[in-house]
């Protein structure tokens, strides 16, 4: 039995799936990229033993289903994060030790070709205004200067004589 958990406390893996699709082969293209070929061959077990971890990296699929999604995770930095959920390694099957960083790297290596670092994929992204909340507050700001009414102020929504204080208007 593989013993490739996450750390107590850490959160489970996404359990939602992909619609099945088959390739033109008439195999699980879900499947296509990690199968026994890669992990296994390099560092013995099972295809089952690097499955939780090979759903791991990829569940950000679930969310944004092009490339892009291994912004997420598929990086340096989301090695790091895998061994924060996974541990430092993981017992396989045939009973071998096997580091976790091997797995994430060979992952990230079949999925990519080598490993970005997150900036790398960060500067390929368009800024948009929305990231810049200096950009929002200066918005803000000229919009009372022009003298447009504002959200009430801390002040205003709380109340000194509630000895929580909080407000008992809201």
Same mark, same amino acid.
């Given at each position: 039995?593989? !013993?490739?958990?996450?750390?107590? *406390?850490?959160?489970?893996?996404?359990?939602?799936?992909?619609?099945?699709?088959?390739? !033109?082969?008439?195999?699980?293209?879900?499947?296509?990229? $990690?199968? /026994?070929? %890669?992990?296994?061959?390099?560092?013995?077990?099972?295809?089952? &033993?690097?499955?939780?971890? $090979? !759903?791991? +990296?990829?569940?950000?699929?679930?969310? +944004?289903?092009? /490339?892009? $999604?291994?912004?997420? !995770?598929? $990086?340096?930095?989301?090695?790091?994060?895998?061994?924060?959920? +996974?541990?430092?390694?993981?017992?396989?099957?045939?009973?071998?030790?096997?580091?976790?960083?091997?797995?994430?790297?060979?992952?990230?290596?079949?999925?990519? %070709?080598?490993?970005?670092?997150?900036?790398?994929?960060?500067?390929?992204? &368009?800024?948009?205004?929305?990231?810049?909340?200096?950009?929002?507050?200066?918005?803000?700001? *000229?919009?009372?200067?022009? *003298?447009?009414?504002?959200? /009430?102020?801390?002040?205003?929504?709380?109340?000194?004589?509630?000895?929580? *204080?909080?407000?008992?208007?809201?």
């Amino acid at each position: 039995m593989p !013993r490739w958990k996450p750390l107590e *406390g850490s959160p489970p893996p996404a359990q939602r799936r992909a619609p099945h699709r088959e390739d !033109r082969h008439g195999h699980d293209e879900r499947r296509r990229h $990690h199968t /026994p070929g %890669g992990v296994t061959q390099s560092l013995g077990g099972e295809p089952g &033993d690097y499955e939780h971890g $090979h !759903r791991w +990296f990829d569940a950000t699929k679930d969310s +944004f289903a092009d /490339p892009r $999604h291994g912004a997420m !995770r598929h $990086h340096a930095e989301g090695m790091a994060w895998a061994m924060e959920v +996974f541990g430092t390694t993981i017992t396989n099957s045939d009973g071998r030790v096997v580091p976790t960083r091997w797995v994430a790297e060979q992952h990230v290596n079949e999925d990519l %070709g080598s490993i970005p670092t997150m900036a790398d994929w960060l500067r390929g992204m &368009d800024r948009q205004q929305w990231m810049n909340p200096r950009q929002v507050m200066v918005k803000r700001m *000229g919009s009372l200067l022009d *003298g447009e009414p504002s959200a /009430p102020s801390k002040a205003d929504r709380v109340s000194t004589s509630d000895p929580s *204080g909080l407000d008992s208007r809201l």
